[in-house]
């Protein structure tokens, strides 16, 4: 079974950077989908960003391109996403997930596995 750790989250100011981690510990990670989503408290949880098991692809949500990049290094199980220009409203709950089929990718429904989650926390 997969298990994701996240890593990374903390509290900044309006317009700094974080860099999220998030390590896997089972070898079928190189075959995922792997994804970082997050939830605010009382909102939904959506989709911010996907890469694909190769990284020849990759996809963001209209909110964050630009601003945030998702990559994963394979031989280390370990897929990050690069926060900058961070802003009030990404404040959220992030979470990596897993997921062994490539349709519907920007819903959490898709994914097989699912991390604890980190805390992002912009303040203006």
């Known amino acids: 079974q997969v298990q994701l750790v996240e890593s990374g989250g903390g509290s900044v100011q309006a317009g700094g950077s974080l860099r999220l981690s998030c390590a896997a510990s089972e070898y079928t990670y190189s075959h995922s989908f792997m994804g970082w989503f997050r939830q605010a408290p009382g909102g939904e949880r959506e989709g911010v960003a996907i890469?694909?098991?190769?990284?020849?692809?990759?996809w963001y949500a209209d909110s964050v391109k630009g601003r945030f990049t998702i990559s994963r290094d394979n031989a280390k199980n370990t897929v990050y996403l690069q926060m900058n220009s961070l802003k009030p409203e990404d404040t959220a709950m992030y979470y990596c997930a897993a997921a062994y089929n490539g349709l519907g990718l920007f819903n959490a429904r898709s994914y097989n596995y699912w991390g604890q989650g980190t805390q992002v926390t912009v303040s203006s």
């Open positions: 890469i694909s098991p190769s990284r020849t692809g990759s």
